[in-house]
């Protein structure tokens, strides 16, 4: 299960995946390793460069599997900017601008989270063609806030630059806190990126007994 900073569940974390399955393939000496997601069953392999791919699984296209309030076009959505919405096991809201960085992001991400064509809430990404195969990319994810990266969010940029015909399957995306790559193949959305261990941390037995 993955948690966002508010408590309720994020469904899906491209990152934290990636995350925890480089930390289990060195763990457990391996290259490749399956892991158990509110997402499904999603499989990553570490690549001959030392990055991780998580493959987060065929994107959700069908309107109430987004899950989206009621049928519409998910390619043109009856919102401002024409977004489109695009289901990676949680539901997101991809605009496409000129300009990504001159989006206020902290003053439209709450408000387009909470519209009401979004049941469950949505995360929100605001996305400029770089070129054929790069972009940036920001984020307002859905009970956090305006975060560093979103791989689940990567993931629907991508599907949602593709089917719009912007790109093609590939993609580089920049992100506040480095590069993202996703490729849709046959077989689901690969998402990499860098890996950084950056702590260690012992949960004390009374946090664990009392925290159950």
Same mark, same amino acid.
């Given at each position: 299960m993955f948690w966002n900073s508010d408590g309720s569940q994020a469904g899906a974390c491209g990152n934290a995946t990636r995350c925890v399955s480089d930390y289990m393939m060195r763990d457990l000496?391996?290259?490749?390793?399956s892991l158990v997601t509110a997402r &499904?069953?999603?499989r990553a392999e570490r690549a001959a460069d030392g990055r991780v791919w998580v493959n987060m699984g065929q994107p959700q296209l069908d309107w109430a599997q987004i899950p989206l309030a009621h049928e519409v076009d998910h390619l043109h959505l009856p919102l401002p900017g024409d977004p489109v919405a695009v289901g990676m096991g949680n539901p997101h809201c991809v605009h496409f601008v000129q300009n990504a960085e001159g989006v206020d992001l902290a003053a439209l &991400?709450?408000?387009?989270?909470?519209?009401?064509l979004f049941p469950q809430r949505t995360n929100v990404e605001f996305a400029e063609l770089l070129s054929p195969?790069?972009?940036?990319?920001?984020?307002?994810?859905?009970?956090?806030?305006?975060?560093l990266a979103c791989g689940s969010g990567a993931c629907a940029v991508?599907?949602?630059?593709?089917?719009? *015909?912007?790109?093609?399957p590939r993609v580089a995306l920049e992100v506040? &806190? #480095?590069?993202?790559?996703?490729?849709?193949?046959?077989?689901?959305?690969?998402?990499? #990126?860098?890996?950084?261990?950056?702590?260690? *941390?012992?949960?004390?037995?009374?946090?664990?007994?009392?925290?159950?």
């Amino acid at each position: 299960m993955f948690w966002n900073s508010d408590g309720s569940q994020a469904g899906a974390c491209g990152n934290a995946t990636r995350c925890v399955s480089d930390y289990m393939m060195r763990d457990l000496g391996v290259d490749a390793v399956s892991l158990v997601t509110a997402r &499904g069953t999603l499989r990553a392999e570490r690549a001959a460069d030392g990055r991780v791919w998580v493959n987060m699984g065929q994107p959700q296209l069908d309107w109430a599997q987004i899950p989206l309030a009621h049928e519409v076009d998910h390619l043109h959505l009856p919102l401002p900017g024409d977004p489109v919405a695009v289901g990676m096991g949680n539901p997101h809201c991809v605009h496409f601008v000129q300009n990504a960085e001159g989006v206020d992001l902290a003053a439209l &991400g709450p408000k387009i989270e909470h519209d009401p064509l979004f049941p469950q809430r949505t995360n929100v990404e605001f996305a400029e063609l770089l070129s054929p195969c790069r972009m940036r990319m920001r984020v307002w994810e859905r009970g956090t806030g305006i975060t560093l990266a979103c791989g689940s969010g990567a993931c629907a940029v991508a599907v949602a630059a593709h089917l719009r *015909g912007m790109i093609g399957p590939r993609v580089a995306l920049e992100v506040d &806190g #480095g590069v993202l790559e996703v490729d849709w193949r046959d077989d689901g959305v690969w998402l990499t #990126g860098p890996v950084a261990r950056v702590f260690d *941390g012992v949960l004390s037995a009374d946090h664990v007994a009392t925290n159950r």
